[in-house]
């Protein structure tokens, strides 16, 4: 049997947020990560909460890759719980992947409305390359 030419491409790139090396503050936060190349085809990922995000208000968090917003829109903090699993916007349906038009390995976490203060988040999301 032979494999499908997209099979030996699948890759995870994973982008960390931790509020102990990035601080709360509203407004976008660059997060580095594994890097993703130019041509690649975001299909799929989650969101992992490892530690619980708190505010002193009613903050919202989103993240984004090619866009604001691309893999999480904004998400209430009440949320954004200990080992909570969020969905991202990618979700397996050709509509809702995310071409890359340039390599990236930076996703634009976004706080609003108040800062944070602590919480540890984790994007992993699954991509193709098809160049």
Sequence with gaps: M???ALEPKKQVAYFTYD???HGGAVGAISVQGDGIPAGA???SGVVHVKTA???GGSATVSIGIATA???LAATAVASLTA???LDVVPDGTATNMVRLTSAD???I???ATAALTAGKIVLAVEYFVTD
């Design 105 to 107: 390995n930076t996703a």
């Design 53 to 55: 995000c708190t505010s």
């Design 41 to 43: 085809i975001i299909t």
């Design 69 to 71: 917003a691309d893999m």
């Design 2 to 4: 032979s494999l499908n």
């Design 83 to 85: 080992n909570a699993l």
């Design 109 to 111: 976490f976004t706080v």
């Design 19 to 21: 509020f102990d090396k």
